[in-house]
Structures are given as structure tokens and as C-alpha cells.
């Protein structure tokens, strides 16, 4: 017997705003079920767990127990440059001048995810 994840599942003070942003993150839509206004909304990805959504009344006040980890289709310095400009901002950055290590960005309500290298970069790497 085994549990498959279905959702990743992110409290927010509004769903549908940070849903947007992750739409423009993963290039996949919001759910056309989900309005303006609702207390949840879904990001379906198409491949791995959906994301998910849910209003909640308290603001997030510690650094996240669980983040996502991006490997973005392209460059991982492009890719920072385009999450910055759409909405993300800059927590950390462990970029290695040898073109390993990640940065560390967070959403418009401050969760933090990070951005690697692309599959090209690292496999350009080894």
C-alpha cells in the first residue's frame, strides 16, 4: 500500500492572487474553476502534484518547513531575472562562481522557493 501526493498545498491570504503568480512560475493555468475572490485555487501541473491554494487568516510570520525546488527550461540566471520581474523577491543567493549552487527567491506573500541550475547547465557541469 502506498499514498500518492496529490496536492502541494500553500496557505496564503489570497488564493487566487498567489495562484496567478505560480501560473506565471510553472506556465500553467489556473483552474478554470477558480475566480477572484475564491478561498482556493489550483495550479494543475502536468506532471507530479497539483498546487494548491488555501485562504487562510493568519499571515506567515517563520521561514517554510517544506519548499519547492525549480529547475527551470532555461538558464537558472534568466529564470531569476524573469520570477523577479513578475513578482518574486531575492532571499539568498548560494550561487558558486563555478556555476553550481541555487537562489533563494520568495512569492509575493514571502514563501520561499528556490531556483536551480537547468538540466543543460548542470549536465554543461559534470
Request: a negative charge; glycine letters at 8%.
Amino acid at each position: 500500500m502506498s499514498s500518492l501526493v496529490h496536492h502541494i498545498t500553500v496557505d496564503c491570504k489570497d488564493a487566487y492572487a498567489l495562484a496567478q503568480f505560480w501560473s506565471q512560475v510553472t506556465g500553467q493555468p489556473v483552474s478554470d474553476e477558480d475566480q477572484p475572490g475564491d478561498p482556493e485555487a489550483l495550479v494543475e501541473l502536468p506532471e507530479g502534484p497539483g498546487l494548491l491554494f488555501i485562504q487562510v487568516p493568519e499571515g506567515k510570520t517563520v521561514k517554510n518547513r517544506v519548499h519547492l525546488d525549480l529547475r527551470p527550461d532555461i538558464a537558472r540566471d534568466a529564470e531569476v531575472e524573469r520570477l523577479l520581474g513578475i513578482g518574486a523577491t531575492l532571499v539568498d543567493d548560494q550561487r558558486r562562481p563555478n556555476g553550481r549552487g541555487w537562489v533563494v527567491l520568495a512569492d509575493p506573500e514571502g514563501n520561499e522557493f528556490c531556483v536551480e541550475v537547468s538540466a543543460a547547465e548542470r549536465a554543461a557541469l559534470s
